[in-house]
């Protein structure tokens, strides 16, 4: 007897544009952190990344954009510096985040019965 078993797809996606990747979930994660620790610093503390790839992802999507993501203030010796979101980088987290739940949700309802 073969048995069953129900499958479901599961989606990793980005966002892009006709010239390549603009956003994915690492942005996304290092943008939401951003947003909770109030800066750079601390959003690649609690993710475990280096601050220049962190950078990197920020400056390659601000190219692609056209726009800035963080509104950036610098510290003096004893720190103070911290990192704000820009309306671009919001609506960002949101669409992408509404999308993901939109896939979560479609792939939910999908089983395909695989032996």
């Given at each position: 007897?073969?048995?069953?078993?129900?499958?479901?797809p599961?989606f990793?996606?980005?966002?892009?544009?006709?010239?390549?990747?603009?956003?994915?979930?690492?942005?996304f994660?290092?943008l939401?952190?951003?947003?909770?620790?109030?800066?750079l610093?601390g959003?690649?503390?609690?993710?475990?990344?280096?601050y220049?790839?962190?950078?990197?992802?920020?400056?390659?999507?601000?190219?692609?954009?056209?726009?800035?993501?963080?509104?950036?203030?610098?510290?003096?010796?004893?720190?103070?510096?911290g990192?704000?979101?820009?309306?671009?980088?919001?609506?960002?987290l949101?669409?992408?985040?509404k999308?993901?739940?939109v896939?979560?949700?479609?792939?939910?309802?999908?089983?395909?019965?695989?032996?």
């Amino acid at each position: 007897m073969i048995k069953l078993v129900k499958i479901r797809p599961v989606f990793k996606f980005w966002l892009e544009t006709d010239e390549g990747y603009v956003f994915g979930e690492g942005p996304f994660e290092i943008l939401s952190k951003i947003q909770e620790t109030g800066t750079l610093s601390g959003a690649v503390k609690v993710l475990k990344i280096s601050y220049r790839q962190a950078w990197g992802m920020i400056k390659d999507i601000e190219k692609e954009l056209g726009e800035p993501l963080l509104k950036t203030s610098k510290g003096g010796v004893s720190g103070g510096g911290g990192s704000e979101l820009t309306e671009v980088s919001l609506a960002l987290l949101d669409k992408y985040s509404k999308t993901k739940q939109v896939l979560a949700e479609f792939s939910k309802r999908i089983t395909v019965d695989y032996f």
